[in-house]
């Protein structure tokens, strides 16, 4: 069973809404996936809106022999990248 980390879209012609799910690579585009890690909403008005991601979730598949899309790696970059820039210094 190889597991892919991809963008799985819904939501209506103009108004894209991506699920960021951990899926079977054989499965097709609008299969059932084995779990939503999170939500890409690129017309959001904020960066921080944008990208909302189960950390926890995507590290146990990566460690597991998850492949990510290149798009869901820099959209993974993308959010660690703000998180770390938003969160307050002690």
Known sequence: MAV???LQRHGKRTQPHYRMVA???N???HGR?????????????K???KVQI????IEYWLKNGAKT?????????KAKKSAALSSPKA
Do not use: F, Q
């Open 33 to 45: 996936p084995l779990e939503i890690l999170g939500h890409y909403d690129p017309k959001a008005a």
């Open 69 to 77: 899309s290149p798009t869901v790696s820099s959209l993974i970059k």
């Open 47 to 49: 960066d921080k809106d």
């Open 4 to 6: 892919v980390i991809r």
């Open 54 to 57: 189960k950390a926890e979730k």
């Open 23 to 25: 899926i079977e690579k």
């Open 27 to 29: 499965r097709g585009p």
